[in-house]
């Protein structure tokens, strides 16, 4: 059992950049592969990006480039970096574990944070 809590959303301008933060409870958090996502008002959840234990990385193409995510094993958080942020990343952000390897795919999450606001301003 892990629990999930995401902070660092908030409203920025185009171009911008925030970082968001989760961290997890647990004391296992090295082996969890820890998943971002997102949710616009009216789309479904979509991919954003990933990380497993051993630092492997996977990013959607709609932020491959601009987002980079990372983790601190020592301090059970993953990390999203957003530089150069666009309108159409408006969206509550959502962090989520797996034991195992990484997906793209939330079904395959269990775990989940409550989700942060991310709104950008054209």
């Known amino acids: 059992q892990v629990q999930l809590d995401e902070s660092g959303g908030g409203l920025v301008q185009a171009g911008d950049s925030l970082r968001l933060s989760c961290a997890a409870s647990?004391?296992?958090?090295?082996?969890?592969?820890m998943g971002w996502f997102r949710q616009a008002p009216g789309k479904e959840r979509e991919f954003v990006a990933a990380?497993?234990?051993?630092?492997?990385?996977y990013y959607a193409d709609s932020v491959q480039g601009r987002f980079t995510i990372s983790r601190d094993n020592a301090k059970n958080t993953v990390y999203l970096q957003m530089n150069g942020l666009k309108p159409e990343d408006t969206a509550v952000y959502y962090c989520?574990?797996?034991?195992?390897?990484?997906?793209?795919?939330?079904?395959?999450?269990?775990?989940w944070g409550q989700g942060t606001q991310v709104t950008v301003s054209s």
């Open positions: 647990g004391r296992t958090f090295s082996a969890y592969a």
């Open positions: 990380i497993n234990w051993g630092g492997s990385i």
């Open positions: 989520a574990a797996r034991q195992g390897p990484t997906a793209t795919t939330s079904s395959r999450y269990p775990y």
